[in-house]
């Protein structure tokens, strides 16, 4: 069992939609990232949490610790949106220094 | 906010040449570093862990002889592929972390013909 599991692993939405991405962890955690990637693209830092909920734009990311739980929010999803979204879990708690645990990303393809 | 540079964003080598690939923190001082390699769909590989001033850590299975990381500042550090061969084309990702938050490079992605 991988330590971090995203779902689903893939996601095909017509534009408007509401979108729920979801990532589950079994080890102790400083924090949780989501990152985006887009086809042949470099990573982008989307969200870091430690605890709550966080919104940017359309996007919100929500944590819950005791359930070792995060999901990813897309509001009004746009073609744009398109891309791989990955959950990545930095292990332990030493901060910046930790290693990243990757989830194996959730494609989402958004049809206009 | 941070911002993580690379260069080159892409390379093409001979076999057999070597290849260095720079990974900067533009705006803030990164306590450690990382390379990451990442494979046609799939997830991104951790290949090492660097803190300025001394030796990167390699993870299992990475050759440190032929991935050599140099981290000589705060701001700076390079990952050169040494005697490169065509399997060793993929895209490169560096980190930047910087408190609780790693900050990534847009990558690198390289081919050896």
């Known amino acids: 069992k991988n330590e971090v599991e995203q779902s689903p692993q893939n996601l095909t939405a017509q534009e408007g939609e509401f979108i729920t991405i979801n990532c589950s962890y079994s080890?102790?955690?400083?924090?949780l990232h989501w990152l985006q990637q887009h086809p042949g693209g470099g990573i982008v830092s989307l969200f870091m949490?430690?605890?709550g909920k966080k919104k940017h734009g359309r996007l919100i990311a929500t944590i819950n610790i005791q359930e070792k739980h995060s999901s990813l929010h897309i509001t009004a999803s746009h073609p744009r949106d398109s891309a791989v979204y990955i959950c990545?879990?930095?292990?332990?708690?030493?901060?910046?220094?930790?290693?990243?645990?990757f989830g194996t990303g959730t494609l989402l393809a958004v049809q206009p | 906010g941070a911002v993580v540079s690379q260069h080159p964003s892409w390379v093409i080598c001979k076999s057999g040449t070597s290849v260095k690939i720079e990974c900067r923190s533009l705006?803030?001082?990164?306590?450690?570093m990382f390379w990451y390699r990442q494979f046609p769909k799939q997830s991104l590989m951790l290949m090492a862990t660097?803190?300025?001033?001394?030796?990167?850590?390699?993870e299992q299975g990475v050759e440190k002889d032929k991935f050599l990381i140099n981290h000589a500042s705060l701001t700076l550090s390079t990952l050169t592929v040494t005697s490169a061969h065509p399997e060793d084309s993929s895209f490169y990702i560096c980190?930047?972390?910087?408190?609780?938050?790693?900050?990534f490079g847009p990558g690198t992605r390289l081919t050896v013909t």
């Open positions: 980190s930047a972390g910087m408190f609780y938050e790693q900050y």
């Open positions: 080890v102790g955690i400083s924090a």
């Open positions: 949490l430690s605890s």
């Open positions: 990545a879990v930095s292990e332990g708690y030493g901060g910046a220094t930790n290693k990243l645990i």
């Open positions: 705006d803030f001082q990164a306590t450690t």
């Open positions: 660097s803190n300025e001033g001394s030796k990167a850590t390699y």
